[in-house]
C-alpha cells in the first residue's frame, strides 16, 4: 500500500512539476512566431483586454515598433531613447526589466513615418538574442546580456528605411536586405557573426518582408524570401537559388505562411490595381522619343506629365535626379505589377511561375498585414477594419465584412489560438473573431494606445506591445 502512495504521489507531483514548466517559446522565437505564421495553440487567453483588464503585468519601455519574441522565460525587444538604440530582455513571469543594452553606434537614415529605428523584431535560439538596426547592423547578446558579436553594415539604400526582421536556421543568421541599390541576402554564423555567405540581389529594389524557412522532404532548408515583382527561394547551406515566382507587386511587407508544401502570401502596393495600370514603352523607345538633350537619360521635363510618377524621388533609384535604364525599368514594371494574395506548391526549381502558383486573389487585399492560415481558413485584414477569409485551397472568398467597433488601420498582423483570431488595430482595438470561415466577432476591445507590432502568444498569455509599453495579458487564475 506504501509503496501505490508513494507511486501515486510522485505522479501527481510529476504532473503538477510539468505544467508549472512553461513550453519552450523559443517556439516564437522571431517575428510571428513559429516559422512566421502567427500560430500557438495555447488555451486560457482572455477575450477582453484594456489597461485594467486582464492585465497580468505592464512594463513601460522605449519607443520602438519591433515585435516581443520569447524563449522559455524572457523575452527580448528593441527601441530607442535619447539619441540611442537599444535590446530590452525582461523577465516573462512579472515583466522586469533584467538587462538593457545599447548599440555600439546609431545612424539616422531616411524612412517613412510610419517606420521606426527599432522596427525589425529579434531572434532567439532559446538563450542568445539577435537583432538588426538598420542605423547600426548586426549585433547577438547572450542570456546574461553582454555581447558575442557585432556585424556593422550599412548605410542603406531602402527609400522607406529598413523592415524586415532576421531569422535563424541551421546555425545561421540570416537577414534580407533589399534596397535601391546593392540589395542582398547574407547568412552569418551564429556563433561568431561572420558571413558564411552573400548573395546579391540586383533585380530587387527596397522591400520590407521576413523570409521563412521551408524544409522538404527531400533536400536541404531552403529560406524563401518575397521582393519587388518575385519571390526567390535560397538553399540555407548555400545560398544558391532554387526557385522563383514572378509576378508580385513591386514593394512587399507582409510573411508567407506554409502548410502542407503549399506557401500563401499576401502582396500590395499603390498603383497595383488593373484599373489603374499603364502599359508604357521600354526605355529605348523612350530615349528615342523624348530625350531632347540626347544625354541618355530622362528628366522631369521630358516624360509626358500624364506618365511622371506620384512620387519621382521614390523611382530615382540611384538619386540623381534623372531616370537611367534601371530607374525606368523598375518604374515600368510598377506601372503594370499585380497586388494579389497568392498560393504556391512548393518542391520546383527554376522558374515556377507557370506551373506551381495555384490561384491568386486580387480583392480587398491587406497592405502591411500578413495572411493567416489556421484550421483550414485564409485570414486578412485590411484597413479600414475590413476581414475576408478565403479558402486556401481555391482562393475563393468565404466572407468579407467590417469590424464594425474597430474600422482602422492595421499594421499588426493576425495571430490566433485555442479556435479564437485576434486582430489588433494602430489605435489599439483588438477584435476577437471565432475561428471559421464564417467568422463572428466575440469582443473588442479598447486599449487607448497605437499599436504597430505583432502580438505574441505562449502558455494561456498574450504578449502586447503598444506605443507606450509591454502589457501581458491573461485570465485570472
Given at each position: 500500500m506504501r509503496n501505490r502512495r508513494t507511486f501515486s504521489f510522485v505522479f501527481a507531483v510529476t504532473l503538477l512539476s510539468a505544467a508549472a514548466i512553461p513550453s519552450q517559446a523559443a517556439d516564437w522565437s522571431r517575428f510571428r512566431g513559429p516559422n512566421g505564421a502567427g500560430v500557438f495553440e495555447t488555451s486560457g487567453l482572455p477575450i477582453e483586454f484594456g489597461p485594467d483588464k486582464n492585465v497580468v503585468w505592464k512594463t513601460a519601455l522605449p519607443m520602438g515598433k519591433s515585435s516581443p519574441i520569447l524563449t522559455a522565460?524572457?523575452?527580448?525587444?528593441?527601441?530607442?531613447?535619447?539619441?540611442?538604440?537599444?535590446?530590452?530582455?525582461?523577465?516573462?513571469?512579472?515583466?522586469?526589466?533584467?538587462?538593457?543594452?545599447?548599440?555600439?553606434?546609431?545612424?539616422?537614415?531616411?524612412?517613412?513615418?510610419?517606420?521606426d529605428e527599432a522596427s525589425a523584431s529579434p531572434a532567439t535560439d532559446g538563450e542568445n538574442v539577435y537583432v538588426f538596426f538598420g542605423g547600426y547592423g548586426m549585433l547577438s547578446y547572450g542570456p546574461d546580456g553582454n555581447e558575442r558579436w557585432r556585424k556593422p553594415m550599412?548605410?542603406?539604400?531602402?527609400?522607406?528605411?529598413?523592415?524586415?526582421?532576421?531569422?535563424?536556421?541551421?546555425?545561421?543568421?540570416?537577414?534580407?536586405?533589399?534596397?535601391?541599390?546593392?540589395?542582398?541576402?547574407?547568412?552569418?554564423?551564429?556563433?561568431?557573426?561572420?558571413?558564411?555567405?552573400?548573395?546579391?540581389?540586383?533585380?530587387?529594389?527596397?522591400?520590407?518582408?521576413?523570409?521563412?524557412?521551408?524544409?522538404?522532404?527531400?533536400?536541404?532548408?531552403?529560406?524563401?524570401?518575397?521582393?519587388?515583382?518575385?519571390?526567390?527561394?535560397?538553399?540555407?547551406?548555400?545560398?544558391?537559388?532554387?526557385?522563383?515566382v514572378k509576378g508580385l507587386t513591386y514593394q512587399v511587407k507582409s510573411v508567407p505562411v506554409i502548410e502542407d508544401d503549399i506557401l500563401y502570401f499576401n502582396g500590395w502596393a499603390p498603383g497595383g490595381e488593373p484599373a489603374v495600370h499603364l502599359e508604357l514603352p521600354n526605355f529605348p523607345e523612350m530615349l528615342k522619343r523624348f530625350d531632347a538633350d540626347k544625354d541618355s537619360h530622362l528628366s522631369k521635363t521630358e516624360i509626358p506629365t500624364e506618365w511622371h510618377p506620384g512620387n519621382w524621388d521614390m523611382q530615382d533609384l540611384n538619386k540623381d535626379t534623372v531616370f537611367d535604364a534601371r530607374d525606368w525599368k523598375y518604374y515600368q514594371s510598377r506601372r503594370t505589377s499585380t497586388n494579389a494574395t497568392m498560393a504556391i506548391k512548393l518542391g520546383g526549381r527554376g522558374d515556377i511561375t507557370a506551373t506551381h502558383v495555384l490561384w491568386r486573389h486580387d480583392k480587398s487585399l491587406p497592405d502591411v498585414p500578413s495572411v493567416l492560415l489556421y484550421r483550414d481558413v485564409l485570414y486578412e485584414i485590411k484597413k479600414g477594419g475590413i476581414a475576408t477569409t478565403l479558402n486556401p485551397k481555391t482562393g475563393a472568398v468565404i466572407k468579407m465584412g467590417r469590424l464594425m467597433e474597430a474600422l482602422d488601420?492595421?499594421?499588426?498582423?493576425?495571430?490566433?489560438?485555442?479556435?479564437?483570431?485576434?486582430?489588433?488595430?494602430?489605435?489599439?482595438?483588438?477584435?476577437?473573431?471565432?475561428?471559421?470561415?464564417?467568422?463572428?466577432?466575440?469582443?473588442?476591445?479598447?486599449?487607448?494606445?497605437?499599436?504597430?507590432?505583432?502580438?505574441?502568444l505562449a502558455d494561456g498569455r498574450m504578449y502586447v506591445r503598444t506605443s507606450a509599453a509591454l502589457y501581458c495579458f491573461g485570465k485570472a487564475d
Amino acid at each position: 500500500m506504501r509503496n501505490r502512495r508513494t507511486f501515486s504521489f510522485v505522479f501527481a507531483v510529476t504532473l503538477l512539476s510539468a505544467a508549472a514548466i512553461p513550453s519552450q517559446a523559443a517556439d516564437w522565437s522571431r517575428f510571428r512566431g513559429p516559422n512566421g505564421a502567427g500560430v500557438f495553440e495555447t488555451s486560457g487567453l482572455p477575450i477582453e483586454f484594456g489597461p485594467d483588464k486582464n492585465v497580468v503585468w505592464k512594463t513601460a519601455l522605449p519607443m520602438g515598433k519591433s515585435s516581443p519574441i520569447l524563449t522559455a522565460n524572457r523575452i527580448f525587444l528593441t527601441g530607442h531613447e535619447d539619441g540611442k538604440l537599444y535590446t530590452v530582455c525582461l523577465d516573462r513571469a512579472t515583466g522586469k526589466i533584467l538587462w538593457r543594452r545599447e548599440a555600439p553606434g546609431r545612424r539616422l537614415e531616411k524612412m517613412h513615418q510610419l517606420n521606426d529605428e527599432a522596427s525589425a523584431s529579434p531572434a532567439t535560439d532559446g538563450e542568445n538574442v539577435y537583432v538588426f538596426f538598420g542605423g547600426y547592423g548586426m549585433l547577438s547578446y547572450g542570456p546574461d546580456g553582454n555581447e558575442r558579436w557585432r556585424k556593422p553594415m550599412g548605410p542603406f539604400t531602402n527609400f522607406h528605411g529598413m523592415g524586415a526582421s532576421p531569422v535563424l536556421a541551421d546555425g545561421k543568421l540570416l537577414m534580407v536586405v533589399d534596397q535601391d541599390i546593392n540589395a542582398f541576402v547574407i547568412a552569418l554564423n551564429v556563433e561568431d557573426g561572420a558571413t558564411a555567405w552573400r548573395v546579391e540581389r540586383p533585380d530587387m529594389i527596397h522591400s520590407f518582408s521576413t523570409p521563412v524557412i521551408h524544409r522538404p522532404k527531400n533536400g536541404g532548408a531552403e529560406l524563401i524570401v518575397p521582393g519587388s515583382y518575385q519571390m526567390v527561394s535560397y538553399e540555407v547551406a548555400t545560398g544558391k537559388e532554387v526557385w522563383r515566382v514572378k509576378g508580385l507587386t513591386y514593394q512587399v511587407k507582409s510573411v508567407p505562411v506554409i502548410e502542407d508544401d503549399i506557401l500563401y502570401f499576401n502582396g500590395w502596393a499603390p498603383g497595383g490595381e488593373p484599373a489603374v495600370h499603364l502599359e508604357l514603352p521600354n526605355f529605348p523607345e523612350m530615349l528615342k522619343r523624348f530625350d531632347a538633350d540626347k544625354d541618355s537619360h530622362l528628366s522631369k521635363t521630358e516624360i509626358p506629365t500624364e506618365w511622371h510618377p506620384g512620387n519621382w524621388d521614390m523611382q530615382d533609384l540611384n538619386k540623381d535626379t534623372v531616370f537611367d535604364a534601371r530607374d525606368w525599368k523598375y518604374y515600368q514594371s510598377r506601372r503594370t505589377s499585380t497586388n494579389a494574395t497568392m498560393a504556391i506548391k512548393l518542391g520546383g526549381r527554376g522558374d515556377i511561375t507557370a506551373t506551381h502558383v495555384l490561384w491568386r486573389h486580387d480583392k480587398s487585399l491587406p497592405d502591411v498585414p500578413s495572411v493567416l492560415l489556421y484550421r483550414d481558413v485564409l485570414y486578412e485584414i485590411k484597413k479600414g477594419g475590413i476581414a475576408t477569409t478565403l479558402n486556401p485551397k481555391t482562393g475563393a472568398v468565404i466572407k468579407m465584412g467590417r469590424l464594425m467597433e474597430a474600422l482602422d488601420d492595421y499594421y499588426a498582423s493576425p495571430v490566433a489560438a485555442d479556435g479564437k483570431v485576434y486582430m489588433a488595430s494602430m489605435l489599439g482595438k483588438i477584435t476577437v473573431l471565432s475561428a471559421a470561415g464564417e467568422w463572428e466577432i466575440i469582443a473588442t476591445s479598447d486599449l487607448g494606445e497605437e499599436i504597430f507590432a505583432t502580438p505574441a502568444l505562449a502558455d494561456g498569455r498574450m504578449y502586447v506591445r503598444t506605443s507606450a509599453a509591454l502589457y501581458c495579458f491573461g485570465k485570472a487564475d
